[in-house]
Antibody, heavy 120, light 110 residues
Framework: EVQLVESGGGLVQPGRSLRLSCAASGFTSDDYAMHWVRQAPGKGLEWVSGISWNSGSIAYADSVKGRFTISRDNAKNSLYLQMNSLRAEDTALYYC?????????????WGQGTMVTVSS | QSVLTQPPSASGTPGQRVTISCSGS????????VNWYQHLPGTAPKLLIY???HRPSGVPDRFSGSKSGTSASLAISGLQSEDEADYYC???????????FGGGTKLTVL
């Protein structure tokens, strides 16, 4: 079964850091780009960051640029998101998503998400 | 305020055809293809349409997409109660160097 499982979410104080992980199974993740997409409570979907199959291309939303870092370990079929200097507005359900191509075209497999709450 | 503009809500009765619009600009829809996602609260979003009008395997042909200039639309024919969900359009934005989503359209089946 093709599956993405996110972990690492939780409650964190403003200004602190958190690292999200996404474990892929049922497919060879190193053939495809991977992304993080978030949804704040009561809001719509917002793309956060994407990384190509070989980590050669990486992009970030302006809202997280300079604070978040995306990475992947193809040997472990895993995707990561290091989140630093967290703000209240980063509170959201974070989804890991697989692209249909090696860089970026569309997101065809999504995880169930991991919740990040930034609050004092 | 989302970069892509969608109506916040749409509705229809079972069997009807509904369309959802998505308006952008030359840096996103005008120069790149559009994808559509279906999202039921509490579940993972689902890819419905990619590259303007292509359906992934398993998506019924009741769903179709089109694009013209800087706008796109999703059409759902033979509306069913299970189609009640939030629908999002998305496109790569060359100016922002990233993906942008519409604000989402909540579809209600009356």
């Amino acid at each position: 079964e093709v599956q993405l499982v996110e972990s690492g979410g939780g409650l964190v104080q403003p200004g602190r850091s958190l690292r999200l992980s996404c474990a892929a199974s049922g497919f060879t993740s190193d053939d495809y780009a991977m992304h993080w997409v978030r949804q704040a409570p009561g809001k719509g979907l917002e793309w956060v960051s994407g990384i190509s199959w070989n980590s050669g291309s990486i992009a970030y939303a302006d809202s997280v640029k300079g604070r978040f870092t995306i990475s992947r370990d193809n040997a472990k079929n895993s995707l990561y998101l290091q989140m630093n200097s967290l703000r209240a507005e980063d509170t959201a359900l974070y989804y890991c998503a697989k692209d249909i191509s090696a860089w970026t075209q569309a997101f065809d497999i999504w995880g169930q998400g991991t919740m990040v709450t930034v609050s004092s | 305020q989302s970069v892509l503009t969608q109506p916040p809500s749409a509705s229809g009765t079972p069997g009807q055809r509904v369309t959802i619009s998505c308006s952008g600009s030359s840096s996103n829809i005008g120069s790149n293809t559009v994808n559509w996602y279906q999202h039921l609260p509490g579940t993972a979003p689902k890819l419905l349409i990619y590259s303007n009008n292509h359906r992934p395997s398993g998506v019924p042909d009741r769903f179709s997409g089109s694009k013209s200039g800087t706008s796109a639309s999703l059409a759902i024919s033979g509306l069913q109660s299970e189609d009640e969900a939030d629908y999002y359009c998305a496109a790569w934005d060359d100016s922002l160097n990233g993906w942008v989503f519409g604000g989402g359209t909540k579809l209600t089946v009356l």
